[in-house]
């Protein structure tokens, strides 16, 4: 076994294999994931790590300074080894170069994410990381779905209007959105290339409502129609337009556009906390299938 410095593009397949295995609901390709490395600003100075096993990547780690929150001290970072190759010292050798990574970047917090399970709880507790905050990982299969959006509201596909309305919408009701570090400095062009660029967002599946000229309301598909498999990237409605059922508007004609397009599963997250957003994926048949959490190390 060794480990060393991920190279993207040598290792983008074995991590993809990785992240295909830990997180199985979720849309991934070879392209997908180079994009994400690449979007992430240099201000980041994100760097990570693959340990090798016969020519196979079984375990990565990785770490950045989170650059999506405006005077942020944390680092985000993570830690994944294939189940086969578990309770052989992988992750904690990885685990070492990551938090050394973190450490050189001077942050006082470690935040990792990872869909909750015994084995990851015990590694993340056992190194001094605590819960935060945890979010509802739930499904849909579009075709169960009938309801269809209200007809007096005006849904527009972020394909047919101009790509900043639903930043706006988007960076609005994020800065509302529950989580541990708020959600406040993505630049324009950094947003195109996270969303607009992203190989499996769809513009014609994602919809903005407008009032008044206003993109109150946004809903981010990203689809994978080989696969049948997509994803809500996010759904939100700005402050002063919420209880109008524009949430529940632009969600709806997302799923409608899913449905029609072979999609058979759409996958989303939300944290636990977040009432109205729930209650509108129970309505639409969302199923729970596990916690997503985010556990937090203090460093000073």
């Not at 904690?92 to 990851?120: I, K, P, Q, R």
């Not at 000229?213 to 981010?220: E, P």
């Amino acid at each position: 076994m060794t480990i060393r410095e991920l190279d993207p593009e040598r290792d983008a397949d074995g991590v993809v294999e990785l992240l295909r295995e830990a997180l199985p609901h979720g849309v991934f390709s070879r392209e997908s994931w180079l994009h994400r490395v690449r979007t992430i600003p240099e201000r980041a100075q994100q760097a990570g790590w693959v340990a090798e096993a016969g020519g196979k990547v079984v375990g990565n780690s990785w770490a950045f300074r989170t650059f999506f929150s405006e005077g942020s001290t944390s680092a985000q970072c993570s830690v994944n080894v294939r189940a086969s190759h578990r309770k052989r010292g992988i992750g904690s050798e990885l685990y070492e170069l990551m938090f050394a990574h973190v450490g050189a970047l001077g942050a006082t917090s470690a935040l990792a994410s990872f869909s909750e399970n015994d084995a990851a709880v015990a590694f993340a507790t056992g190194r001094g990381f605590r819960e935060e905050r945890a979010e509802a990982e739930t499904v849909l299969d579009p075709r169960t779905v009938d309801e269809r959006p209200a007809p007096d509201v005006d849904l527009r596909a972020v394909a047919d209007i101009d790509p900043r309305l639903a930043y706006e919408a988007d960076i609005a009701a994020t800065r509302d959105m529950p989580s541990t570090e708020t959600i406040d400095e993505i630049p324009y062009d950094e947003w195109v290339g996270h969303v607009l660029e992203y190989p499996f967002f769809t513009a014609e599946g994602s919809y903005v409502a407008l009032v008044d000229g206003v993109g109150a309301a946004v809903s981010l598909l990203i689809a994978d129609e080989e696969s049948g498999r997509g994803a809500n990237m996010f759904t939100g409605t700005q402050r002063a337009y919420r209880g109008r059922g524009l949430g529940l508007a632009v969600k709806l004609a997302s799923v409608a556009w899913a449905k029609e397009h072979g999609i058979t599963q759409i996958a989303t997250r939300n944290d636990e906390t977040n009432a109205p957003m729930l209650a509108i994926n129970r309505r639409l048949g969302y199923r729970p299938t596990r916690r997503r959490v985010e556990y937090l190390k203090q460093l000073s």
